[in-house]
């Protein structure tokens, strides 16, 4: 009985140290914003989207830093233009993912991993002032 204590006891100090780790308060780093095409504040409002976004669709992960190049942007950006005066642009994060002691069938990315220059790709028509995320993953933008 005392064995079976102590290994339930082991198991569960594992467990919140694994899942309630010092990466859940990460800070998010930004990195300078450089573009011709667009201003700070509205690079700046992507990246707020893909924050708000992240939040979102990636819970089971944490944002450790969100980025914007304006070449491998420009690379993809064009097919993605509904109408010619779209604007498109995709911002890049780096993450983690957390470990999950009973990892579920739905999980996606994979546990305990650091992902890098995962894209964000966001549109706005001429008339709309918001970014809106059209889609995210590295799959995405070779679809």
């Known amino acids: 009985m005392v064995v079976l204590a102590f290994i339930c006891g082991i198991i569960a ?13 990460v800070q998010v780093v930004r990195s300078d914003i450089h573009s011709e095409l667009y201003a700070k ?5 992507a990246m707020d989207a893909v924050e708000q976004g992240f939040a979102q669709e990636l819970k ?6 969100i980025s914007y190049n304006e070449q ?3 690379t993809y950006a064009d097919s993605f233009k509904k109408q010619a005066s779209d604007e498109v642009i995709v911002v ?8 999950h002691l009973f ?12 992902y890098k220059g995962y894209p964000w ?14 889609g995210s993953g590295y799959g995405y933008l070779y679809t």
């Open 92 to 99: 890049f994060t780096n993450f983690i993912t957390v470990f």
């Open 13 to 25: 100090f594992f467990a919140y140290a694994l899942y309630s780790n010092s990466w859940k308060t």
């Open 121 to 134: 790709v966001l549109r706005r028509s001429a008339n709309q002032k918001a970014w809106e995320i059209i």
């Open 60 to 65: 089971d992960a944490r944002l450790t830093e």
């Open 103 to 114: 990892p579920s069938e739905e999980q996606l990315l994979e546990p305990n991993t650091t």
């Open 41 to 45: 504040q509205e690079v700046a409002a």
């Open 72 to 74: 491998a942007s420009s």
